[in-house]
């Protein structure tokens, strides 16, 4: 079974600093995706990732995928309080395997 | 596009009773359909996946006798848990995919609570 998991679980940043979230994954796939979650809300696609070395940004939000080291990570610059949610990880595996999530609150 | 809705959006039962959650895709034709629970502060874990005309495809430790799907259509899947328990209570969120590329557009999620 293919293993996904975040790092780190709970992240407390400031309003204005930067931090990166990492995706490790336990095999071989080639498509990842990131999603944030706000608090009894389903799922909002962010990014989607579909090759080696793919980079996607919007806004703040920056990901990337290196599917040689399986890792995705997916970075915030100058964090705002509206980015404050739970973001996930899932890759594709013949099934959706998502990560643990990471639930990130920005403090002004 | 590739909007996918749930009704109901929250549902209260008595222990029990059966419960139908309606998946639609609104916009798309989708081929897959991925039903997955969620408890408070966890990750999603997939129930199971259908397509349509088939059979559903459920995961270890899942019931099949107890929840029930249906994918009827490329647009409409139900989940229906039959003689809900209160461990049943949980978030419910429908995905659907539609091309080979696989990506998942997920409903808004029900909410059962089962007292």
């Known amino acids: 079974e293919l293993k996904v998991e975040q790092n780190p679980l709970f992240l407390s940043m400031q309003e204005g600093k930067n931090y990166t979230i990492y995706c490790n994954y336990s095999t071989t796939s080639d498509r990842l995706y990131w999603y944030r979650q706000d608090p009894g809300k389903s799922l909002e696609s962010l990014f989607v990732?579909?090759?080696?070395?793919a980079v996607k940004q919007e806004g703040r939000l920056m990901a990337s995928l290196d599917t040689k080291a399986r890792l995705s990570t997916l970075h915030i610059t100058a964090a705002v309080h509206d980015l404050s949610a739970t973001y996930f990880c899932?890759?594709?595996?013949?099934?959706?395997?998502f990560g643990t999530g990471t639930s990130l609150t920005v403090i002004p | 596009g590739a909007v996918v809705s749930q009704h109901p959006s929250r549902v209260i039962c008595k222990s029990g009773t059966s419960v139908k959650i309606e998946c639609r895709s609104l916009?798309?034709?989708?081929?897959?359909m991925f039903w997955y629970r969620q408890f408070p502060k966890q990750s999603l874990m997939l129930m199971a996946t259908?397509?349509?005309?088939?059979?559903?495809?459920?995961e270890q430790g899942v019931e099949k006798d107890k929840f029930l799907i249906n994918h009827a259509s490329l647009t409409l899947s139900t989940l229906t848990v039959t003689s809900a328990h209160p461990e049943d209570s949980s978030f419910y969120i429908c995905?659907?995919?539609?091309?080979?590329?696989?990506?998942?557009?997920f409903g808004p999620g029900t909410r059962l609570t089962v007292l």
């Open positions: 916009d798309f034709q989708a081929t897959t």
């Open positions: 259908s397509n349509e005309g088939s059979k559903a495809t459920y």
């Open positions: 990732l579909l090759s080696n070395g």
């Open positions: 995905g659907g995919s539609r091309d080979s590329y696989n990506e998942q557009f």
């Open positions: 899932a890759v594709d595996g013949n099934q959706f395997y």
